[in-house]
């Protein structure tokens, strides 16, 4: 039990340095690609509530010791997003189809970054500290790019899942081939 809890934690640490460290650091529109929340839909899904919710907190907790903006805006943001995620996995979509994972993708991507600015603006005011408020045609095209992308990454990370587990295999049954 404490191997498995030991791995988890490092998988958890190495997720977040790979985001943190080598994600945002590629060029061009592939450091749009938010790993976080990908993987979180996906061992939501498949792992369950309570193991998907340690994983949100530990990734948090990376995100917030690697971040420079004040302590709580990334938990916040990413707990809120994986809530949403489980309410919207729980009470809507049934099936684990690939219109489903993108629906739930896009509804976290977009929870998540509109309490990630809205948190650090606020912040900000309220702490009367100088912030630049830029939403122009650039940040709305850059936000844009950044869902296409990570719905790309949604699809191929399930078509490579589906193509290893035969988990989301569709199983039709004949009546005819039923044996007693």
């Known amino acids: 039990?404490?191997?498995?809890?030991?791995?988890?934690?490092?998988?958890?640490?190495?997720?977040?340095?790979?985001?943190?460290?080598f994600?945002?650091?590629?060029?061009?529109?592939?450091?749009?690609?938010?790993?976080?929340?990908?993987?979180?839909v996906f061992i939501l899904s498949l792992r369950g509530f309570m193991f998907g919710f340690?994983?949100?907190?530990?990734?948090?907790?990376i995100l917030e010791i690697f971040s420079f903006l004040p302590f709580g805006v990334?938990?916040?943001s990413l707990i809120s997003a994986f809530f949403l995620a489980n309410f919207l996995l729980t009470n809507y979509f049934t099936n684990r189809?690939?219109?489903?994972?993108?629906a739930l993708t896009l509804a976290s991507l977009f929870t998540y970054q509109v309490l990630l600015y809205s948190l650090n603006y606020g912040l900000h005011y309220f702490l009367q500290e100088d912030f630049i408020l830029n939403l122009d045609k650039s940040?709305?095209?850059?936000?844009?790019?950044?869902?296409?992308?990570?719905?790309?990454?949604?699809v191929l990370f399930f078509y490579i899942y589906n193509f290893i587990s035969k988990n989301f295999q569709p199983v039709f049954l004949v009546r005819g081939q039923i044996k007693k």
Request: no cysteine.
């Open 1 to 21: 039990m404490y191997w498995r809890l030991l791995f988890n934690l490092f998988l958890i640490f190495i997720l977040g340095i790979v985001q943190v460290a």
């Open 97 to 102: 189809s690939l219109y489903s994972y993108l």
């Open 54 to 61: 340690w994983w949100t907190a530990g990734m948090a907790f």
């Open 139 to 154: 940040f709305l095209a850059d936000k844009l790019e950044m869902f296409l992308v990570n719905i790309l990454v949604v």
């Open 23 to 40: 994600v945002s650091a590629l060029p061009f529109w592939l450091k749009n690609i938010n790993l976080l929340i990908i993987f979180l």
């Open 74 to 76: 990334y938990f916040f």
